[in-house]
């Protein structure tokens, strides 16, 4: 396998393996919020999915939460970015 191939499949697995903590932080943090305020309140399975949702839309809209957001996106664009460029740039096998 050619190095320039090496490299970017290395590149890849890092912004995806960075994607992915960033992602799991995000789920996680939604998630104890949701239980936290289900907690709080009580209720059965739709409250907490209500509660899961609330949480959602507080992500989006939470200026505390900002940095994070930002972050989010710029590696999931980046992401997509070495995904769609994947074809142009590894070198084929020959």
Do not use: C, K, Y
Not at 16 to 39: C, I, N, P, Y
């Amino acid at each position: 396998m050619p190095p320039l191939n090496i490299a970017i499949l290395t590149l890849m697995g890092i912004v995806f393996a960075v994607w992915v903590f960033l992602m799991f932080r995000m789920l996680g943090r939604l998630t104890r919020q949701s239980v936290r305020e289900h907690d709080r309140t009580g209720g059965g399975f739709s409250v907490w999915m209500g509660h899961i949702f609330r949480a959602f839309g507080g992500f989006f809209s939470d200026p505390s939460v900002a940095t994070e957001r930002r972050q989010l996106i710029w590696v999931t664009i980046l992401l997509m970015l070495v995904v769609l460029a994947q074809p142009f740039v590894l070198v084929p096998r020959g």
